[in-house]
């Protein structure tokens, strides 16, 4: 075992994809924030680099793929990185230079495809196969509705509902094939932890007292409260705070001007590090790093699974609180085998940062070994779902035959 194992996930850089490989197009709106591009650059990569695609990817904003992905440039056009082509998809009807109609289509989360591609695939000697990709949802409706095809009304063609889900008979969640060994190797080497916090936070690691937590949230009403009994609290926490739009509350809390990467902040028990929006690949060390991780919207939601840690998660709010069953439908997974005591108080701690009651952090902490014991055991059962990529895969080409 080398004594420091790497803190990044290995991207994406496939070799030249051979003339015969299946050339794939992944179309993304981006409708706020870091979720859409997230997920559908995570699922290019693993596209590309285990399953040998040839992919490009239509993207709407390159400055929200930036943020994810610092070498893409902003004033290219098309441009390739790690192997993956990525045209600007600088207005609705735009699809490209040269209008090349691909094997498999992608369209995420109902995007709208450039009517001129779409009229591009009918005319196709062999019409490509066609693809929704949907959100995340572990709602149990899901599995009925899991590639479901949908006749286009004018056109020769049948677009394939594609769900993500946490249940069998879904489309499964997006986890690459280097990803536990990755998180072992960082996990088995403290000289690989001890380097992770040197290089982000410009701290050592803490004492094996304190609780370190991730934060990566939205704006939310019950950071106050739990702030609150961090700083009052025996047991010291160490927060991180990657800069976004939790960021405002803990320099309003610190009485700071901002707090943003390379802010530090100390209150009784609480000791909080603010820490820069890494590029996507690193993401998941911040997750091995800490003890517990608030997460939200749906990419970093998935990948606080894999990381085997008790997490929190904020939900991306809809209208008409539709988002409250897809929370309960989550915790009826995650929860499922924990003891009554331990599932209520994760529960209460969901739905207070979720906006319903007071997050009860003593509650939450007196249930951690339990909620340890689950998060490792629930990894491993998501894992029976089978990856989405290798689903995606699977199923395209049992259409391309
Ligand atoms: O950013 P999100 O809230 O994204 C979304 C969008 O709002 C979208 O419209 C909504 O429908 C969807 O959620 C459900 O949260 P998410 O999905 O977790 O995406 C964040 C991405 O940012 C994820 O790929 C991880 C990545 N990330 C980094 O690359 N570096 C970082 O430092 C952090 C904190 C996150």
């Excluded at 995007?111 to 591609?117: D, G």
């Excluded at 591009?120 to 149990?140: C, K, T």
């Excluded at 069998?168 to 986890?175: A, D, F, I, Y």
């Excluded at 055991?377 to 049992?398: I, M, P, Y």
Aim: overall charge negative.
């Amino acid at each position: 075992m080398p004594s420091t194992a790497p803190a990044t996930i290995p991207s994406a850089a496939p070799s030249a994809a051979p003339p015969t490989a299946i050339a794939c197009d992944i179309f993304c709106a981006v409708i706020d924030n870091f979720g859409d591009i997230g997920v559908c650059w995570r699922l290019a990569r693993q596209l590309a680099s285990e399953h040998g695609w040839q992919v490009r990817v239509f993207v709407d904003d390159l400055h929200a793929f930036q943020k994810l992905c610092p070498s893409v440039a902003l004033d290219r056009a098309r441009q390739t990185v790690g192997g993956i082509v990525v045209e600007h998809w600088h207005t609705p009807a735009h699809a490209g230079d040269t209008l090349e109609v691909a094997d498999v289509v992608i369209e995420a989360f109902a995007c709208e495809l450039p009517p001129v591609y779409v009229s591009a695939m009918a005319r196709r000697e062999r019409a490509p196969v066609w693809i929704n990709l949907e959100y995340l949802s572990a709602e149990d409706w899901v599995a009925d509705f899991h590639l479901r095809p949908s006749p286009h009304p004018r056109y020769p063609l049948v677009k394939t509902f594609f769900f993500p889900g946490l249940g069998l008979g879904t489309g499964g969640v997006l986890k690459e094939r280097h990803l536990d060994a990755a998180r072992a190797a960082f996990e088995a080497s403290p000289a690989a932890r001890e380097a992770w916090w040197l290089k982000t936070v410009g701290r050592a690691p803490p004492p094996a007292a304190a609780t370190v937590v991730s934060l990566f949230a939205y704006e939310n009403l019950a950071v106050d409260s739990l702030l609150e009994q961090w700083r009052d609290r025996a047991e010291p926490v160490v927060l991180l705070v990657p800069e976004g739009r939790i960021s405002g509350a803990l320099a309003r809390f610190f009485g700071m001007p901002s707090f943003s990467a390379g802010a530090h902040a100390e209150c009784g028990g609480l000791r909080a590090h603010g820490l820069p929006f890494t590029e996507q690949s690193s993401y998941d060390a911040l997750l091995w790093a800490s003890d517990l991780n608030f997460v939200r919207g749906e990419d970093s939601f998935v990948r606080a699974q894999w990381a085997g840690k008790p997490f929190v998660w904020h939900i991306y709010p809809q209208a008409d609180d539709a988002h409250l069953p897809k929370l309960d439908a989550a915790l009826a997974h995650y929860a499922r085998t924990l003891p009554a005591d331990a599932r209520a108080a994760l529960a209460g701690f969901w739905h207070a940062w979720n906006g319903a009651g007071e997050p009860d952090w003593a509650a939450l902490r007196r249930h951690h070994p339990a909620l340890q014991r689950r998060a490792a055991e629930w990894a491993g059962e998501l894992a029976q779902v089978g990856d989405l990529a290798g689903n995606l895969a699977l199923f395209t080409k049992t259409q391309l035959k």
